[in-house]
């Protein structure tokens, strides 16, 4: 039975869907320094190119990530203390608010950096030193490779620091064990949202080929498919295979199962038919015919997301 007022349940479920373009953008500065990496083996010109598009694709859909922290708690303010009265004697530096307040600190430091990388690249890109060149010369892409990994860095603290106890550690917790806890979690977090950070560098991809502004010939558009369907495709691998672990182990054994192993197992089938697509876009090689995959992994990603509260309104 529903015990939340549907304006929460509402919120939650379109949170939930909007959390995946949160995390794709907290994942894809990664993908641009290691983008700008690849460019040392004769790709520069493409990896100039790729890393830009996926720097403005992540500026924008970082946004999501204070307006997710914002309207989080929010709501639960408004669920708790009602409309009227959710912020009497609220303020976001007491230490119930810090865990929020200073994920959308670092939510917005990620997006300056990124802000920052733009404006580098761009001075870079007037001065045609990378353009049209095989492969990187000395101190072209130090600055730009920093400023990705200092946005991913504060991409990930935004992920650590709502998990983060500032108003005490919990009872019988030291802090190694905190700090053990949130990372480990938020590590694993973290790698998983390489799957939409691949899924939306692809369809970013498909949308310019499309229109014919990407520029690109049928041999780059290969490399930068097979790139991004890469990363799309090994994010959700870990923990699939953990899950499903899981899932099976408790079938297999002996006894009666536990209330909600059929629903877990449903719940991964969209995630692994997901892989599925990406796998088959990263093997095959006519990306502009296969570029449906794409749409139809990231249509199954959303179904994931949307899974618990499906279930919770056909019950």
Same mark, same amino acid.
């Given at each position: 039975?529903?015990?939340?007022?549907?304006? #929460?349940?509402?919120?939650?479920?379109? *949170?939930?869907?909007?959390?995946? =373009?949160?995390?794709?953008? /907290? $994942?894809?500065?990664?993908?641009?320094?290691? @983008?700008?990496?690849?460019?040392?083996?004769?790709?520069?010109?493409?990896? *100039?190119?790729?890393?830009? @598009?996926?720097?403005?694709? $992540?500026?924008?859909?970082?946004?999501?990530?204070?307006?997710? %922290?914002? =309207? =989080?708690?929010?709501?639960?303010?408004?669920?708790?203390?009602?409309?009227?009265?959710?912020?009497?004697?609220?303020? +976001?530096?007491?230490?119930?608010?810090?865990?929020?307040?200073?994920?959308?600190?670092?939510?917005?430091?990620?997006?300056?950096?990124?802000?920052?990388?733009?404006?580098?690249?761009?001075?870079?890109?007037?001065?045609?030193?990378?353009?049209?060149?095989?492969?990187?010369? +000395?101190?072209?892409?130090?600055?730009?490779?920093?400023? %990705?990994?200092?946005?991913?860095?504060?991409?990930?603290?935004?992920?650590? #620091?709502?998990?983060?106890?500032? /108003?005490?550690?919990?009872?019988?917790? @030291?802090?190694?064990?905190?700090?053990?806890?949130?990372?480990?979690?938020?590590?694993?977090? !973290?790698?998983?949202?390489?799957?939409?950070?691949?899924?939306?560098?692809?369809?970013?991809?498909?949308?310019? /080929?499309?229109?014919?502004?990407?520029?690109? /010939?049928?041999?780059?558009?290969?490399?930068? $498919?097979?790139?991004?369907?890469?990363?799309?495709?090994?994010?959700?691998?870990?923990?699939?295979?953990?899950?499903?672990?899981?899932?099976?182990?408790? !079938?297999?054994? +002996?006894?009666?199962?536990?209330?909600?192993?059929?629903?877990? *197992?449903?719940?991964?089938?969209?995630?692994?038919?997901?892989? $599925?697509?990406?796998?088959?876009?990263?093997?095959?090689?006519?990306?502009?015919?296969? !570029?449906?995959?794409?749409?139809?992994? *990231?249509?199954?990603?959303?179904?994931?997301?949307?899974?618990?509260?499906?279930? @919770?309104?056909?019950?």
């Amino acid at each position: 039975m529903q015990t939340i007022p549907f304006w #929460l349940f509402c919120w939650q479920w379109i *949170a939930a869907v909007l959390t995946l =373009g949160a995390s794709a953008a /907290s $994942a894809m500065p990664v993908i641009i320094a290691l @983008t700008l990496a690849a460019g040392r083996r004769g790709n520069a010109g493409l990896s *100039a190119l790729g890393a830009r @598009t996926l720097a403005r694709c $992540a500026a924008a859909l970082a946004l999501l990530g204070p307006l997710l %922290a914002t =309207g =989080g708690v929010l709501a639960l303010l408004a669920s708790l203390r009602g409309q009227e009265h959710m912020l009497d004697g609220i303020s +976001p530096w007491m230490p119930a608010m810090l865990p929020y307040s200073t994920a959308v600190i670092a939510w917005i430091a990620g997006i300056a950096c990124l802000l920052g990388y733009l404006v580098v690249d761009k001075a870079a890109a007037q001065s045609h030193s990378p353009a049209g060149q095989n492969r990187w010369q +000395p101190g072209q892409i130090g600055l730009r490779v920093g400023l %990705a990994l200092l946005a991913a860095l504060c991409f990930f603290v935004a992920q650590v #620091l709502p998990n983060w106890p500032f /108003s005490g550690l919990p009872q019988g917790l @030291t802090m190694s064990d905190v700090v053990l806890v949130v990372l480990s979690t938020t590590v694993h977090d !973290y790698f998983t949202a390489f799957a939409p950070a691949g899924s939306v560098a692809l369809l970013v991809l498909a949308l310019k /080929s499309g229109s014919g502004s990407a520029g690109l /010939s049928a041999e780059d558009e290969q490399r930068a $498919a097979r790139w991004c369907a890469l990363w799309a495709m090994v994010g959700f691998i870990p923990r699939c295979i953990d899950r499903w672990g899981l899932v099976l182990g408790l !079938y297999l054994r +002996p006894g009666p199962l536990p209330q909600g192993v059929a629903d877990q *197992a449903l719940g991964l089938v969209p995630t692994t038919i997901a892989i $599925a697509c990406w796998v088959a876009l990263f093997v095959l090689r006519a990306p502009r015919k296969l !570029y449906w995959l794409n749409l139809l992994g *990231a249509a199954l990603l959303v179904l994931g997301a949307s899974y618990p509260f499906l279930v @919770t309104l056909s019950r």
